[in-house]
């Protein structure tokens, strides 16, 4: 290539670059989140309303819906905005703070506050204990308590918000140095305990598990040669001395993403994410849920959405039950709560512009079938 032939390629080159950094910074401003606040972004918020609130009967009356991860309350206040007198909202968290946070900014819908609603109700729980919880939660216009079938909608945006991330002393970060905690409730065994009372097979287990990990072996010896540990920064050197800063393998070998999914799979255990979530899906959605009832999930790893997909389909997640046959090769097994509504969803590229996060969210939608 000549001088001139350089200088029309970096020319080129700039402007080309110029004009994809304009678009991106105007789908910025279009798709701005109007409920992102400084404690969290809510993904694809759009299509969650959606969900729960299409094909509404306007002859009917008073919704009754869950938020079962209020977080910051940006899902709950997007659907409260879309609600009318008479509808109900119950936002769950098992994070104090959380609930807290989003307590204060929904404050105007809090039933004190409104004489007609739409009525906002926190409520502190795991959203595994719901059946139980709302047996001993009043509902604000029957004053009666949530029983069995009586949800119109169920919304669950997984994991953990962007405040509990960036919160140096709750732990769930590798870029954040603080206690080597990440227990969502503020209770039980921390990621601390676990790395120094498990023996190295069943830490090896948990990596690979639950963090697809390929190096779990080593990193599991490592953790064990490193007790004992006690902060974030304790486990990030653990992991480090067993993996390089880059891979020639690419990408998911480097240290980067190694850290992020030795973190992923202890909070999962921390917080045994996966019973829980068996126990929502299978058990909790189904019981709540009337029958018409919309089953809202977001998902942001292949283990929850896995495990979605497979309670949307089969009711269950153990493969017996679900692979189990008639002489005639109809299955069999246990009826199915749900029907699935359309295909999973991802967010815009021009949402994960703006809120990278939104990148590895997955969108479920389920309806409940008649007992
Ligand atoms: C991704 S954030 C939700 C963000 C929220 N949709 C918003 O718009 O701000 C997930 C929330 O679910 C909560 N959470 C996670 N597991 C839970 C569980 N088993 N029971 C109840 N809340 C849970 C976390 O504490 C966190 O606040």
Redesign the pocket.
Same mark, same amino acid.
């Given at each position: 290539m000549n001088l001139r032939q350089t200088v029309t390629a970096a020319f080129v080159a700039r402007a080309t670059r110029r004009i994809h950094n304009q678009v991106l910074s105007l789908a910025s401003t279009e798709n701005s989140n109007e409920?992102a606040t400084s404690?969290?972004a809510?993904?694809m918020?759009k299509e969650c309303v959606e969900a729960l609130l299409e094909g509404r009967d306007e002859r009917r009356r008073g919704l009754t819906l869950l938020? %079962?991860?209020? %977080?910051? *309350? %940006?899902? &709950?206040e997007a659907i409260l905005q879309r609600l009318t007198a008479g509808d109900v909202l119950f936002g769950?968290?098992?994070?104090p703070q959380?609930l807290k946070t989003?307590t204060g900014r929904l404050e105007r819908y809090l039933p004190g506050n409104t004489s007609h609603g739409p009525f906002f109700v926190p409520v502190q &729980?795991?959203? *595994?204990s719901l059946v139980e919880t709302l047996a001993k939660t009043i509902h604000p216009i029957s004053n009666k308590p949530i029983v069995e079938s009586s949800l119109d909608g169920f919304l669950l945006?997984? %994991?953990? &918000?962007s405040h509990?991330i960036d919160c140096a002393e709750r732990g769930f970060s590798f870029q954040q140095q603080g206690p080597l905690d990440m227990r969502?409730s503020g209770v039980g065994m921390t990621a601390a305990d676990l790395c120094n009372e498990l023996d190295v097979f069943e830490l090896k287990r948990i990596l690979k598990e639950y963090g697809d990990e390929p190096r779990a072996a080593k990193i599991a010896d490592s953790i064990v040669r490193c007790r004992p540990l006690s902060t974030t920064s304790d486990l990030v050197e653990a992991v480090a001395a067993v993996t390089p800063e880059y891979a020639k393998k690419g990408r998911r070998m480097g240290r980067t993403a190694t850290l992020a999914r030795v973190f992923q799979s202890l909070r999962i255990v921390v917080?045994q994410?996966y019973q829980?979530l068996e126990n929502?899906l299978t058990r909790v959605a189904p019981t709540l849920l009337r029958s018409g009832g919309k089953l809202v999930v977001l998902s942001y790893h292949s283990m929850e959405d896995r495990a979605t997909k497979r309670a949307m389909r089969d009711g269950t997640l153990e493969r017996s039950q679900r692979d189990e046959r008639d002489m005639y090769g109809n299955t069999i097994g246990p009826p199915r709560p749900f029907r699935t509504l359309g295909k999973k969803r991802k967010a815009s590229l021009e949402e994960v512009d703006v809120n990278p996060r939104a990148r590895s969210a997955t969108l479920r939608v389920a309806e409940k079938l008649e007992n």
């Open positions: 409920f404690y969290h809510p993904v918020w938020d %079962g991860t209020l %977080g910051g *309350g %940006g899902h &709950s769950c968290d098992v994070d959380a989003a &729980s795991n959203f *595994g945006d997984l %994991g953990v &918000s509990q969502m917080n994410e829980v929502v």
